[in-house]
């Protein structure tokens, strides 16, 4: 192979190509988990105050295998946790706290799924990027010694690090996307926690 090849193809990425492929790997599957999450929380987002209206309409309801059955198609966090608290609306006021903070737990489970795995893209990419760089430079000084005397040699490292160096570009791309997701998706998280608390807060109250 002579320069000109070298400088073209500047590193082979036999040694390294793994990490490309992992990169790879790591992309699609954040955009199936993005996309997932993405629906999965579109299909949950009640309005407020019209989750407040059907549970105030339940409240004198005494037929306590409908609620128990709206307790079972219910999707969001905010309909499950009130309807959880008018379940058990003959208890206490501190045992219905105990409710509410059990309901939202077991929900905030469901919601949280797949968060833990853009976490940890959005913490390991980039030095994943990082390991294909480093791999790909010592590949690089390594076949330094193939090339033949006279030859351009800085040509040489210069064009197979730039090589190497996209490794850490590609696992940058990779990282800040999920990372982005990560935060959007927690934040509707802690939003919807919020609208339960304050839906089951005044639950309690009227039923005081």
């Known amino acids: 192979m002579n320069i000109t090849e070298r400088i073209n193809h500047g590193l082979d990425w036999a040694g390294a190509e793994w990490v490309m492929w992992l990169l790879l790997i790591l992309s699609v599957l954040t955009l199936a988990c993005t996309l997932e999450r993405w629906l999965f929380m579109r299909s949950r987002k009640p309005e407020l105050e019209d989750t407040w209206k059907k549970l105030a309409g339940l409240m004198d309801n005494e037929d306590s295998e409908q609620i128990t059955a709206r307790l079972t198609e219910a999707t969001a966090m905010e309909e499950v946790v009130g309807l959880s608290v008018l379940k058990e609306r003959g208890r206490s006021a501190e045992a219905l706290e105990d409710v509410v903070q059990a309901a939202v737990t077991a929900e905030k489970l469901k919601y949280n799924r797949g968060l833990r795995f853009l976490a940890t893209t959005t913490s390991n990419a980039p030095f994943i990027g990082l390991l294909g760089t480093v791999v790909g430079i010592v590949q690089a000084f390594a076949k330094l010694a193939d090339v033949a005397p006279g030859a351009n040699r800085s040509q040489f490292i210069m064009g197979s690090?730039?090589?190497?160096?996209?490794?850490?570009?590609?696992?940058?791309?990779v990282a800040i996307p999920a990372a982005a997701a990560y935060n959007w998706f927690q934040g509707k998280v802690d939003d919807c926690e919020s609208r339960s608390l304050i839906l089951s807060r005044r639950l309690i109250a009227k039923l005081r």
Not at 161 to 173: D, F, K, M, P
């Open 161 to 173: 690090i730039s090589e190497a160096l996209a490794a850490t570009a590609i696992g940058l791309l």
